[in-house]
């Protein structure tokens, strides 16, 4: 069961101003390398011990985050791209993947997995949780949203948690709750929250219900980010028969420099590096646009070079090699290739 809730009228008087949230995690952007803001995004990890009160909602919030810290060298990167083949069998009509990989500080990688069709969650797999929405899919609502919109779904499927598999129903609740100021480390803007509130009963066969699975998710999203700029989840999971029950919180940021929803092909015509290939320094000449911000990432995905607010670029300490410059501009966002000698 499916109902969503449009925005009150009294709303759409007094919150005009207020941004909409273009998409839940990014979309495929169909391009042969992943772009940063829309099927690609790094996150920052928070420290286990990182308090944040999200209990109020409403309009003209405030959160300040600037004092929190991260966990040193450990990042998330999440990737959106088409299920394989071999996966459909699994999660049948789910046309796009987000794999969220953690390095953590000893080297050892950790990945998540989510198959989604449209705004519908069809299932989500870790190294201990398997979800399978296969009975009715999670669905958070069609996008874009804005404040005061309320999305009410049920949800049911199988389950497998490590030697155990099972069955789960349960709801969803999504709801654009709060928007506000956000002020980080790199600087402060305008926000808006969209909430999440699963609840599963969670049933093993020939004993019923045995446990529940809570999850809330606050995702605070800036104008045009098809990201979240943070991400807050906690997880409550009780199981009485297994002597099961956690209590888990995970933070995470991405970098701030970057608000893209689309890639503007035209810009490209518009802008030039020069020269190129780059020896210790270059110039981006633009057609009268204002440079924001340019990242330069490795043919791995990781930044290596950011600056923001100049045309002028200092690339010495770059080893040789190709590399991707996304520059955003006031006109979007462009992306070339830089070679450097």
């Known amino acids: 069961m499916k109902i969503t809730l449009p925005i009150l009228l009294l709303f759409t008087l007094s919150f005009q101003a207020q941004t909409q949230i273009s998409a839940l995690n990014g979309s495929l952007a169909n391009m042969p390398f992943p772009i940063d803001g829309v099927d690609f995004r790094i996150y920052q990890q928070f420290v286990p011990e990182t308090v944040f009160d999200q209990s109020s909602a409403g309009f003209d919030q405030t959160w300040d985050i600037s004092g929190f810290t991260f966990i040193a060298d450990q990042t998330k990167e999440y990737y959106n791209t088409v299920p394989?083949?071999?996966?459909?069998?699994?999660?049948?009509?789910?046309?796009?993947?987000?794999?969220?990989?953690?390095t953590t500080i000893n080297g050892a990688t950790i990945d998540s997995k989510s198959y989604a069709s449209g705004s519908g969650l069809l299932g989500y797999e870790d190294s201990t949780f398997l979800l399978k929405y296969?009975?009715?899919?999670?669905?958070?609502?069609?996008?874009?949203?804005?404040?005061?919109?309320?999305h009410y779904d049920t949800v049911a499927g199988n389950y497998i948690y490590g030697a155990y598999s099972g069955t789960f129903e349960g709801t969803l609740i999504t709801e654009v709750d709060a928007y506000g100021s956000m002020t980080t480390t790199e600087e402060t803007g305008e926000v808006t929250r969209l909430k999440t509130i699963e609840t599963l009963q969670i049933s093993?066969?020939?004993?019923?219900?045995?446990?529940?699975?809570?999850?809330?998710?606050?995702?605070?999203?800036?104008?045009?980010?098809?990201?979240?700029?943070v991400k807050s989840t906690n997880s409550v999971l009780d199981v009485d028969?297994?002597?099961?029950?956690?209590?888990?919180?995970n933070i995470e940021k991405a970098n701030w420099y970057f608000q893209l929803n689309v890639i503007n092909p035209n810009l490209n015509q518009k802008l030039a590096i020069v020269p190129?290939?780059?020896?210790?320094?270059?110039?981006?000449?633009?057609?009268g646009q204002t440079i924001i911000a340019v990242v330069i990432t490795d043919n791995s995905g990781k930044e290596v070079y950011?600056?923001?607010?100049t045309a002028h670029l200092d690339l010495s300490a770059l080893p040789t090699g190709t590399y991707l410059a996304r520059i955003q501009t006031s006109e979007g966002t462009s992306v070339k290739k830089i070679i450097k000698k």
Do not use: C
Not at 86 to 92: K, M, S, Y
Not at 134 to 150: E, K
Not at 209 to 225: A, C, F, H, P, W
């Open 84 to 102: 394989a083949t071999i996966e459909l069998p699994e999660f049948p009509g789910a046309t796009m993947r987000t794999t969220g990989s953690i």
């Open 134 to 150: 296969a009975t009715d899919n999670a669905d958070f609502g069609s996008f874009p949203q804005m404040y005061g919109d309320l």
């Open 204 to 229: 093993y066969p020939g004993f019923g219900v045995i446990g529940t699975l809570v999850q809330t998710t606050y995702r605070y999203y800036r104008e045009n980010d098809w990201w979240p700029l």
């Open 241 to 249: 028969l297994l002597n099961v029950h956690t209590n888990t919180t």
């Open 276 to 287: 190129n290939p780059v020896g210790d320094t270059t110039e981006i000449l633009t057609s």
């Open 306 to 309: 950011t600056k923001k607010g």
